[in-house]
């Protein structure tokens, strides 16, 4: 069970099947702006359910959290991945940063995103390693505070690679 901020300019969801599509699941929102959504997946005989609770918020965003994991936040290591088995949960902390960049310790982030400090750590290398994540401060253990600042991703198709510029930020 994830909670995460969810934008809309016009107060209405459209849900799509897998890759997109036409879907006649259109939701309207109490108002456009800004809300919180709290996402449920559950497997059943025929597939997945999934339960959707939307409601407006006022204020700054607060990051994606997680109230449950399905699954661990890091797969199992297997020969020839290198740190691959860390994407996922490096797409979660990258996620916490876009929404709420800022100064955290890496204790804060493991308990957001049901993980543990040390793989939290390596969801960091992992960022900054692709150029996703710049982090501030010196990360001296868990308790230590440091500034997540997320970058541009570079170009893939074998352009220039240019320095990459931090993506901008409210307030």
């Known amino acids: 069970m994830l909670e ?3 934008l809309t300019a016009r107060g209405e969801v459209k849900l799509a099947y897998g890759r997109g599509g036409d879907s006649a699941w259109h939701l309207k929102l109490a108002r456009p702006g800004l809300h919180r959504v ?14 959707l609770r939307f409601w407006p ?6 990051a994606p959290r997680f109230l449950a994991r399905s699954r661990p936040a890091v797969g199992t290591d297997r020969p020839g991945h290198g740190d691959k088995r860390y994407g996922p949960l490096a797409m979660d902390v990258l996620s916490a940063a876009l929404w709420s960049p800022g100064r955290r310790t890496r204790a804060a982030l493991a308990e957001r995103l049901l993980a543990t400090p040390e793989q939290i750590r390596e969801a960091l290398r992992y960022l900054t390693r692709r150029g996703l994540l710049r982090v501030g401060g010196a990360d001296e253990g868990p308790a230590s505070t440091i500034a997540l600042v997320p970058e541009r991703p570079r170009p893939l198709n074998g352009g220039s690679l240019l320095a990459a510029r931090p993506w901008p930020t409210a307030g």
Do not use: N
């Open 4 to 6: 995460t901020p969810f």
């Open 38 to 51: 709290r996402v449920l997946r559950r497997r059943t005989s025929d597939g997945h359910r999934w339960l």
């Open 57 to 62: 918020v006022d204020g700054a965003p607060e």
